[in-house]
């Protein structure tokens, strides 16, 4: 059973930059795609970004293309999302996950598992 940790969320001023870091146990985690989500308040949760386990194919939300980038490190069981740009829409809990099977792709949020605690992001006007 894998285990996710983010880390690196915070309070920023709009305009602002964070940069999240997800890191896995385990060790397959080169075989996976991973995602971000997010949920802000009162809201559901939607994918905000994921990447293949080699880093060929990245998909981004409408809302986030051009001000985040996702990437990863398998070296160190590490994928990150670094946000730029930052607005007070972005204010959420991000989660990372890791999909269900191994070299398989899909932005469906049924197909991910192993979600991580969630770090909150908050952005100020």
């Known amino acids: 059973q894998v285990q996710l940790a983010e880390s690196g969320g915070g309070l920023v001023q709009a305009g602002g930059s964070l940069r999240l870091s997800c890191q896995a146990s385990?060790?397959?985690?080169?075989?996976?795609?991973m995602g971000w989500f997010r949920q802000a308040p009162a809201m559901e949760r939607e994918l905000v970004a994921a990447?293949?386990?080699?880093?060929?194919?990245?998909y981004y939300a409408d809302s986030v293309k051009g001000r985040f980038t996702i990437s990863r490190d398998n070296a160190k069981n590490t994928v990150y999302l670094e946000m730029n740009s930052l607005k007070p829409d972005d204010t959420a809990v991000y989660y990372c996950?890791?999909?269900?099977?191994?070299?398989?792709?899909?932005?469906?949020?049924?197909?991910?598992?192993?979600w991580g605690q969630g770090t909150q992001v908050t952005v100020s006007s």
């Open positions: 385990g060790r397959s985690f080169s075989s996976y795609t």
């Open positions: 990447i293949t386990w080699a880093g060929d194919i990245s």
């Open positions: 996950a890791r999909d269900a099977r191994a070299h398989h792709y899909s932005t469906a949020e049924t197909n991910f598992e192993s």
